[in-house]
């Protein structure tokens, strides 16, 4: 890749940056040196990251990654219990695993010099932070191109890390021509102390249709900073879902341009946080086209003290006349230190449009918990049937129904006293 990054200065933070262990090992395994000394990670000063500082980074003087042995990341794979796909792809600290590997007849792999992507990255991506540094230390990722008219099926996409203060910076393509079809279900975990930074472009030509569904469930120790950025054009279709489960820090962004008439896209996710973890997740979607449509939901499972982070903004343009766009933001607190910071926001300078958002932030209904144990259920199995149900409305969201049922299995074993994870993989003793 020949991408450059250059990263904001700041003068108040570049006596700090100098000495931090994080920043300088980035700055040593830069391409062509595209992260300047001085530079700083983002703080709460930084609106973008007023709920997420990313100032723990700069305690680890993070690593290289070295290639995962495949018989350890055949045995990692083995515990996944994946449904059945057209094609399947694992990545083991970044580096694409070829036996594990293989790919529906007729989608076509894009090299990096011949995706558009290069040279044309929105706007809205290119002043992301995971951007840059993505674009200072990329990795090349799966790149696919699906033809004219062509349903691929279900590629799954696996990013497996084994490794101590490791980071990775895969760079992903997906490119579906008009009238194409693609589903995909990506999965993120591991175990160890890590750095994952992924970066996903996906672009719907004229009537084709996209569903992407990913799991992020990393180690509890790991940090996650995946920056997606989606560009729908005429009468076609994103259809995003994120299960937020997993690592101590982790951020999902989207960037969505509606960049043609009629096209439609959905930004939807489930966190679930515990602990003293924090899941942040981030979107603007912006409308550049009349007749447009988009749907946000974004549901939050709170416990103990962890914290969830909501800001989504849906942009309408000028241009997008008859724009119709909801956004929902609702939160399930478990315990009184468990926080949600929730940031909805509309910025419409069209006329004629339909736009609406809201936020709900709440506990477990006692009328209902009353209504349980009246009828002798114990609390604790009260409790966790009404936390399960809150869980299944959202997963409803995923309309096909072996991914549904894939992340409900992976939600069940994780809950409280459903014993060892199946979807995390677990330290070898």
Known sequence: ????????????TASQAATSAGWLS??????????????????????AWHYTSLQMLGRTAWKEPCPMA???????????????????????????????????QGVRRLSSTSSRSDSSLPVD???????????????????????????????????????????????HEFLLEKDAALQVLE????????????????????????????????????????????????????DGFTLNQGSELGRHEVRGVLAGAH?????NALQVVGGDRLNDLTSRIRHQAP????????????????????????????????????????????????????????????????CSHGATVGALDEDQLFFLRARGIAEPQARAMLVEAFLEESLALVKETELRAYLTRCLRAS???????????EEEG
């Open 415 to 425: 809950l409280p006293g459903a014993g060892a994870p199946a979807c995390r993989l």
């Open 1 to 12: 890749m020949s991408e450059k990054a250059t990263l904001p200065v700041s003068q108040e």
């Open 187 to 238: 999965i993120a975990t591991g175990v160890g102390h890590y750095l994952a930074n992924p970066v996903t472009r996906v672009t719907c030509s004229a009537g084709a249709r996209c569903l992407h569904v990913k799991q992020q469930n990393e180690s509890p120790q790991a940090v996650h900073l995946a920056l997606l950025g989606s560009v729908v054009e005429e009468g076609a279709v994103y």
């Open 291 to 354: 007749d447009c449509t988009s749907r946000q939901t974004v549901r939050s499972v709170l416990d103990e003290k962890g914290i969830g982070v909501f800001q989504g903004q849906i942009l309408v343009e000028r241009a997008a006349q008859k724009t119709d766009g909801e956004q929902l933001n609702q939160a399930l607190l478990l315990s009184e230190e468990a926080q949600i910071n929730s940031k909805p926001e509309l910025r419409i300078f069209a006329d004629d449009v339909k």
């Open 26 to 47: 980035f700055s040593e395994r830069a391409h062509d040196g595209a992260l300047l000394p001085g530079a700083h990670f983002p703080t709460r000063k930084d609106e």
């Open 125 to 171: 991506m290119q002043n992301c932070f995971s951007e840059q540094l993505n674009a200072a230390l990329c990795q090349e990722g799966l790149r696919l191109q699906v033809p004219e008219n062509q349903d691929a099926g279900l590629i799954i996409m696996v990013s497996l890390h084994d490794g101590a203060d490791m980071s990775t910076h895969l760079r």
């Open 70 to 104: 495949l018989q350890k990341a055949r045995a990692f794979l083995d515990r996944l219990e994946l449904p059945e796909a057209q094609g399947l792809i694992v990545f083991g600290n970044g580096f694409e695993v070829p036996e594990l590997t293989w790919l529906p």
């Open 263 to 267: 096209a439609h896209t959905q930004v």
